[in-house]
């Protein structure tokens, strides 16, 4: 038996994975890829698949933190990735074979795993500068406004505009009138009629523009949401509608500078002049010249789940997704790149240069705290952005996303090749890195036989996993894998903004870049747009794992990592597992699961699930025992109570997703050891009532945690009531089941649809959020009626994302119902607001100033 059959360290791999989500190895930075599981995590996985199990803790750690050479053990993964697996089996002296379907992930991992020389690579880099770096920089110039001298551009500020639907107008889709907050009290902001760039300490006061004496706050702006405010009419209309009626993508308009001045040696902010527009139109106009021989993608987007929110705004084709100067200068530096004459260097340049593409299109913003670029896939999806801005392609002294520094990245990604380090948290919380005498290089072969005669490590494939016949039966010994989630990521659809910069100049030599797009008929997902749901992500998975242990030793090991909130995804994933057998053969059965960190403290996507849970699987020939639901529903229930209040007591903020996923996984364990002899009424259950029967018992579970939380404090029914069926990752829910529940507590669904907490659409409800509910409990103000608790954290939450002060307010309102209700919410969406909400109530000292009523709050100026 294995160590991980066994035991699992799991809070302290927690400990070290908290530390390397936030900050992970140069070599799994070397290209975007999504969803990229943590190199420490599955180092761990390896070593603990092929230690023995009576080896102590401590010396699995020393082997964590040590060269280790596993002998050539041979390690698969189907759904590869971005090569984590690979990565970590190869470190650990493994033979690999990692496949997967995209040929953006298989060249991500190719490249990680190929060795470079580093000195040519940057010798490449020289001659590339040399030829092309002064083409493209001088299309990113501007003039000084301090010394008048010439100054290079960092990022320009683009705001689109729509024609307002009532008078016609040209609306700039403002956010707001900020550029950049330097400090706590210094904020760069700009004129919304003349565009002048000043300097203000509060952008939540009325100010004056010094050019053209405009008044204006610069918190506020033009567009919110979904929605725009016309300047010249003050008609607020639906910005998508206004785009359709136009039926083209929105136009822009230039508007302001970042620039760095090497004779001032500093950076700064400005009104785009025209010397700017000028320059742009140059650029604009030399692309038209040379459009026809230009070699950028002419692909259409296609239709899609990720893709739909650039199409509803007319962007038809992925060039559009650039202006004419981004297209003009990728051009030309990805020529220069096609010129270099070494392959394995080309390639390396050509994946810095795919890499840098996420940095370098009008789908990125400006992080006005960070004063930085952020790249295109913040998100899973190709949103367009009301204030796009453009980077300096070749780069600058300062600055972030350009090809200067994506060079350094691809360097700092292949020195950890040579020397690779583990991360050691210390008892003071600090963190340290452990070289481990190891490297990470691959010996690429191109079939089974080389691999298993030890001529190569490495066969890494871009295929579907479905058919395995390349691998005989029996020969692999361990599968670890992180499969897809259900319907999380749509990989095909995001990864071809990178393959169609990639085909240009990988097609000739690698066939998976032939195609126009990304393969997607085999992609195993649930994906309504390309008409695959439920059924064909089960038999896709089924056939992989399926694959997987017919070539598994009957004494490997399949491990995997997992999370979903949803019980389909969870149902759908165990059917796969414990279907996944021929005729007569042996089958897998869960033998122990793992709660492991997965995701960031920090991210765009807040509230997501932050714990996968690892899966160890092994094949059998024994029947499982025959028991009735009843009785192992009792055991189920009883082990779903135990994880929760382990959970609950060991301090840790885990989200109510979180606990899901664990308990879940925990549940599925004690079932699929008896699967399929599971009976209720003489009839075998399906995976799917037991599913959901776990998933009700969890919720029961959580509920009454959450209902025993607000009890213990004087929150209203109603309050409590949405705490615990409306608070969550979602906007909509069915109206029956909604409806249902409540009933159970006494409340009329009327009664939330009343309080303007939720609205019906046709047959499900939406969940207003507190922007929505605003001027119902003005309302509701106005008229000296009481305030429900969720009233009080809802006006908080707008004031506070309006930037007023709280703490006056919160003298008078703040209670322990306030805090635990946006305690509680944090908890179960990862809103930050919440959670500063709940401690400024908890903060708050008493004084003797007069509190502000919530009258007087809205009567303020905004």
């Given amino acids: 038996m294995s160590y991980i059959e066994k035991d699992f360290p799991i809070e302290r791999l927690n400990a070290i994975a908290l530390k390397e989500a936030n900050a992970k190895k140069p070599i799994y930075q070397i290209h975007k890829w999504w969803a990229r599981r943590l190199g420490s995590i599955f180092r761990m996985i390896i070593l603990a698949t092929f230690l023995p199990q009576d080896i102590s803790e401590d010396e699995l750690w020393q082997r964590f933190y040590r060269k280790t050479d596993l002998g050539g053990k041979i390690v698969l993964d189907p759904f590869m990735g971005g090569g984590t697996t ?149 008609h607020k209309g639906v910005i998508l509608k206004a785009v359709r009626k136009e039926g083209k993508v929105p136009s822009t308009e230039m508007f302001a500078i970042e620039y760095y001045c090497p004779s001032c040696q500093e950076r700064g902010y400005k009104k785009a002049d025209d010397y700017d527009l000028e320059l742009y139109l140059e650029a604009k106009n030399e692309l038209e ?10 692909q259409r987007i296609p239709d899609g789940y990720n893709t739909r929110q650039a199409k509803n705004f007319f962007y038809k084709f992925f060039y559009q997704m650039f202006n004419e100067r981004q297209l003009l200068c990728l051009c030309m530096l990805l020529e220069e ?161 990178f393959y169609v910069w990639q085909r240009l100049a990988l097609k000739e030599k690698y066939e998976c870049y032939c195609g126009e797009y990304s393969p997607r008929a085999r992609e195993i997902i649930k994906n309504d747009a390309q008409g695959k749901d439920d059924s064909f992500f089960l038999r896709g998975l089924t056939r992989v794992f399926k694959e997987c242990n017919r070539v598994l030793k009957d004494d490997g090991v399949l491990a995997f990592t997992f999370h979903h909130e949803r019980s389909k995804a969870w149902a759908s994933t165990l059917r796969a597992i414990l279907e996944a057998h021929q005729e007569q053969g042996p089958r897998f059965v869960i033998t122990a699961i793992y709660p492991i960190r997965s995701e960031g403290r920090t991210g765009v996507h807040a509230g997501g699930i932050r714990y996968d849970i690892i899966m160890v699987c092994k094949k059998t020939f024994e029947e499982p025992e025959r028991i009735s639901w009843e009785a192992l529903k009792d055991r189920i229930h009883d082990k779903a109570k135990e994880t929760l209040e382990r959970l609950w007591l060991s301090g840790r903020e885990l989200s109510d997703s979180d606990m899901f996923v664990i308990a879940m996984g925990k549940c599925l364990e004690l079932y699929s050891k008896h699967y399929p002899n599971v009976f209720k009424d003489g009839k075998r259950v399906e995976i799917e009532e037991a599913v959901s029967d776990i998933d009700d018992i969890i919720d029961s579970l959580l509920k009454i945690k959450d209902i025993e939380k607000l009890i213990l404090t004087e929150v209203d029914e109603i309050t409590r009531l949405y705490c615990s069926y409306l608070v969550g990752p979602y906007d909509t829910l069915s109206y029956d089941d909604l409806h249902k529940r409540l009933s159970k507590g006494g409340i009329d669904i009327d009664m939330f649809i009343k309080e303007r907490l939720i609205e019906k659409v046709k047959n499900k409800v939406r969940v207003l959020g507190p922007e929505e509910r605003r001027p119902y409990i003005e309302t509701k103000l106005k008229k000296g009626l009481p305030l429900l608790s969720i009233d009080k954290v809802h006006i908080l939450y707008c004031l506070y994302s309006e930037g007023k002060p709280l703490r006056r307010y919160v003298e008078m309102y703040g209670d322990e119902a306030v805090k635990r209700v946006a305690k509680l919410i944090y908890r179960k969406t990862g809103e930050e607001v919440y959670a500063k909400i709940a401690g400024i109530v908890t903060t708050t000292p008493k004084t003797k100033l007069k509190p502000k009523t919530l009258e007087e709050f809205f009567s303020e100026s905004p």
């Fill in 337 to 497: 790149i096609l010129r270099i004459e070494d392959e394995n260097i080309r390639e390396f340049m050509i994946i810095t240069f795919s890499d840098c593409v996420n940095s370098n299109n009008m789908f990125c913003i400006y992080n006005i705290y960070a004063r930085k670029i952020e790249p295109l896939f913040g998100l899973h999806a190709y949103y367009p952005k009301n204030m796009p801005v453009e980077n300096n392609i070749w780069g600058t002294k300062l600055g972030r996303g350009t090809f200067v520094k994506y060079v350094k990245k691809t360097i700092r990604a292949k020195r950890y090749n040579i020397e690779p380090y583990e991360i050691k948290v210390t008892q003071e919380g600090k963190t340290k890195k452990i070289k481990v005498a190891e490297k990470v290089f691959a010996l690429l072969v191109d079939n089974f036989d080389e691999l298993l005669n030890k001529r190569g490590n490495a066969m890494l494939l871009a295929q579907t996993a479905e058919d395995l016949s390349f691998i005989p039966d029996g020969v692999v010994d361990a599968v670890i894998t992180d499969p897809p989630y259900y319907d999380n990521v749509m990989y095909s659809e995001i990864a071809d903004f």
């Fill in 86 to 234: 690979v990565v970590e089996a190869l470190k650990l002296g493994c033979r690999v074979i990692g496949i997967d379907i995209h040929p953006v992930a298989w060249f991500i991992t190719k490249k990680e795993v190929e060795p470079l020389d580093i000195d040519k690579f940057k010798e490449a880099f020289k001659r590339l500068e040399e030829r092309v770096a002064h083409k493209i920089k001088r299309y990113y110039k501007t003039i000084c406004p301090k010394c008048f001298r010439e100054a290079d551009v960092m990022y320009v500020f683009w705001v689109k505009k729509v024609k307002c639907l009532r008078c016609g107008a040209d609306v700039p889709l403002f956010n707001s009138f900020k550029l950049a907050s330097i400090g706590k009290n210094l904020h760069v902001v700009f004129c919304p009629d003349c565009r002048g760039v000043f300097e203000v300490s509060d952008v939540n006061e009325e100010v004056m523009c010094p050019y053209c004496e405009k008044t204006f706050t610069p918190s506020k702006g033009y567009a919110k949401g979904k929605h725009y405010l016309c300047p010249n009419c003050g």
């Fill in 289 to 298: 010249r040379k459009r026809n021989r230009l070699l950028f993608p002419r």
